[in-house]
């Protein structure tokens, strides 16, 4: 059985700025307003036989929408940048070009591209493990990152079951 939350309806979004280093139009900073769809598959378990209640999957998803909204997300696993962050600065360089920016209007992520894919990977990652505490039943998660509204990548973890 499986829940699903629409990002649009349930204001899961957030705004944020990025790059993907070294692509040939997406290399610059740039921003999209994002808006995270989500679906978690499981066991309906507990008094009221929820696989998990709505609200808590949008608490989750909304805290980790809060922490991006409105930063510039730099993914410090990158191969593609050189990533060096000081008590006030996050510095870093890709290919010949140096940026600068302050520290508080950077949301560093333990990943290695802030592309729609590499953010779908991060979010599904958290929700699943915040999940599991709740209802050990869950299989998996799925979470889709739209840059615009259609256009996203979705990602499963800990990924279907092959039969």
Do not use: W
């Not at 139009?25 to 740039?30: A, L, Q």
């Not at 499981?42 to 909304?62: A, L, Q, S, W």
């Amino acid at each position: 059985m499986k829940i699903i939350i629409e990002g649009i309806h349930a204001n899961l979004r957030f705004s944020a700025a990025h790059m993907i280093p070294e692509h040939e139009t997406c290399g610059v900073i740039h921003g999209h307003s994002y808006i995270v769809n989500v679906e978690v598959e499981g066991e309906p378990t507990g008094k009221h036989g929820f696989i998990v209640d709505f609200k808590d999957v949008k608490g989750i998803m909304r805290r980790i929408c809060k922490r991006l909204d409105h930063r510039l997300l730099v993914p410090l696993k990158s191969p593609l940048m050189d990533v060096q962050v000081s008590d006030e600065e996050v510095e870093f360089q890709v290919a010949d070009k140096k940026y600068k920016i302050p520290k508080e209007d950077c949301c560093l992520l333990p990943i290695e591209s802030t592309s729609a894919e590499g953010l779908a990977k991060y979010f599904a990652k958290k929700l699943y493990k915040e999940l599991k505490e709740y209802n050990k039943m869950i299989k998996n998660v799925k979470v889709c990152v739209n840059e615009g509204i259609g256009q996203g990548a979705i990602f499963t973890y800990p990924g279907v079951d092959r039969i």
